[in-house]
């Protein structure tokens, strides 16, 4: 059972850990590669560049590029030289000028090794200009991000031009999401989980449409599980219905899994009344009733403990009447020991239900007075079961009850076992017990 319940804890951790991580910015080349051309007439400028770069002393390190280029055109590390000006020029506030050499770049050197870092990072500043109300920059922007049926090496531009119109004109940017979200080639993917990420940060009953026909219908698992995790962080009602129909019709358990986390995370009361209604249902497969029980269990809200109290009542499924029964007994206070003195008690239920709550009242610190009232109230073969737990306990009102069975238990079985465990006890009270009873 333990296991089980450690089984159910990682699929929570799974959940959690798939959850997409927020980024400022596309990535694209900052550290420039160590110095490869010892001949190269330009190899002191570039070893001069990169550690003026390293050292953040970015105005010296464009001037060292530029000088590259302006004095080596013809050198191994020209074409570069110019994508390390501009991305100084970048990091010290020079966006118009950073821009014009990494222009210059796509000019003279359209092989370079740093184009596709060009490009994106290229496409950022032109997002930066274009807030500050630069026209031709919005121009750039916006035709960079429209260009959706771009190859797989060109997808960094787009997802940087996306990015970047997503701050200038956020409407702008809905049916591009749309376009790109349509994409099913597999290079795509790393696009896609970006759209989502944009989308996510808008508002609105289209967001919660396209997040949930995302996690039905994306080829990738990856990109469904992080269209769901937008859902989850929506908490909106949209969001909700959307993760109630992913929960109750998609045909994918993992879908499944994670709209249950989704729904438990979300934390209002129509989200509780779903996970609620689908830990009842007698038609939820076994596994996600399970899922379902234990996300409810984490809540330490008295109207949920006492509503999984109740659950056992109401389900019929020996498996998920057991894994309630634990969650019941994980948590402290009198209410529960006696729910659990209940179930012991209670002659329809089953022997393996009765046994199991022994079991874990056994197991708690207060069950002790629970567990010595419901001795009394069983029929033989329970009582030796709890016969057995209350010698366990080693306490003055377990040692009282061991011996009031030695002395009047019905049982001559009983009694016989209570002698023994009385005949373990170094407590004083036993040995005169013993003596009592061999001695009336």
């Known amino acids: 059972m333990k296991l089980m319940m450690i089984a159910l804890s990682l699929v929570a951790t799974l959940a959690a850990h798939a959850s997409p991580a927020p980024r400022a910015e596309r990535e694209f080349a900052t550290t420039p590669r160590a110095a490869w051309a010892d001949a190269d007439p330009a190899d002191s400028l570039y070893r001069s560049a990169r550690r003026a770069l390293t050292q953040k002393d970015y105005e010296t390190a464009a001037k060292l590029f530029d000088a590259i280029v302006s004095r080596h055109p013809r050198s191994e590390y020209a074409p570069d030289a110019l994508y390390w000006k501009g991305f100084a020029l970048y990091r010290n506030g020079s966006l118009d000028d950073a821009a014009s050499a990494l222009e210059a770049q796509a000019k003279r050197y359209p ?5 596709s870092d060009s490009a994106a990072l290229l496409i950022q500043i032109k997002g930066q200009l274009a807030r500050r109300g630069n026209a031709s920059a919005q121009a750039a922007v916006t035709r960079a991000a429209s260009q959706s049926g771009l190859n797989c090496d060109e997808l960094e531009v787009l ?14 940017t809905l049916p591009l999401l749309r376009r790109v979200l349509a994409r099913r080639d597999e290079c795509s993917k790393p696009l896609r989980k970006n759209a989502l990420f944009i989308l996510a940060q808008r508002s609105g009953g289209d ?21 769901v995790f937008h859902l989850q962080q929506a908490k909106s009602d949209g969001a909700v219905d959307a993760l109630e129909d992913l929960l109750l019709h998609s045909d994918e358990r993992g879908v499944r899994q994670n709209a249950l986390f989704a729904l438990a995370q979300n934390g209002s ?47 019929a499924d020996g498996e998920a009447r057991t894994n309630l029964m634990f969650h019941v007994a994980q948590r402290p206070g009198a209410e529960s020991s006696r729910w659990l003195e209940s179930v012991i008690t209670d002659s329809k239920e089953s022997d393996m239900q009765r046994k199991n709550a022994v079991f874990h009242l056994a197991q708690r610190k207060d069950g002790g007075d629970a567990l010595i ?10 009582k030796k079961d709890i016969l057995f737990h209350i010698a366990q306990r080693r306490d003055a009102a377990s040692l009282d009850k061991l011996i009031a069975i030695a002395k009047r238990d019905p049982s001559p079985e009983l009694r016989k076992e209570a002698l023994f465990h009385i005949g373990q006890s170094k407590d004083p009270r036993a040995l005169k017990a013993l003596e009592e009873i061999v001695v009336p």
Not at 111 to 115: E, G, K, L, V
Not at 161 to 170: P, V
Not at 216 to 224: F, I, L, M, N, S
Request: glycine content about 2%; overall charge negative; proline content about 2%.
């Open 207 to 227: 967001r919660e449409r396209i997040l949930l026909d995302v996690a039905k219908t994306d080829p990738d698992a990856g990109v469904r599980q992080d269209a």
């Open 111 to 115: 092989q370079a090794a740093t184009r």
């Open 159 to 172: 997802m940087a031009a996306l990015d970047a119109l997503q701050q200038m004109d956020a409407e702008r």
């Open 269 to 315: 009361d129509r989200a509780r009344t779903i996970l609620r209604a689908f830990a009842l249902s007698e038609s939820t497969p076994a596994a996600l009733r399970n899922d379902a029980i234990f996300h409810i269990a984490q809540s330490s809200q008295a109207v949920d403990q006492a509503w999984l109290r109740d659950a056992y009542s109401r389900i």
């Open 373 to 382: 009232a419901a001795y009394d109230k069983v029929s033989v073969s329970l």
